[in-house]
């Protein structure tokens, strides 16, 4: 990699996190959680793995 080339990276990096930090959605969004955010409790549920036999047919 020539050092142009990781200088021009490591710029583009370099503007892309301040943008992230520094961005104008920054000034619309609050920094700490609100507490509706917490009002109800978060349940997840997922589905039942399958049995490992039924995904190898040799272990059968």
């Known amino acids: 990699m020539s050092k142009q080339l990781a200088v021009s990276a ?5 503007m892309m996190a301040t943008y992230v930090l520094f ?5 619309r969004e609050a920094l ?14 997922a589905p039942e793995l399958p049995r490992p036999s039924s ?3 040799i272990a059968r």
């Open 23 to 27: 961005g104008a959605h920054l000034a």
């Open 55 to 57: 995904l190898l047919p």
């Open 10 to 14: 490591a710029f583009s990096i370099l």
């Open 32 to 45: 700490a959680p609100t507490d509706a955010a917490f009002a109800s409790p978060l349940e997840i549920s």
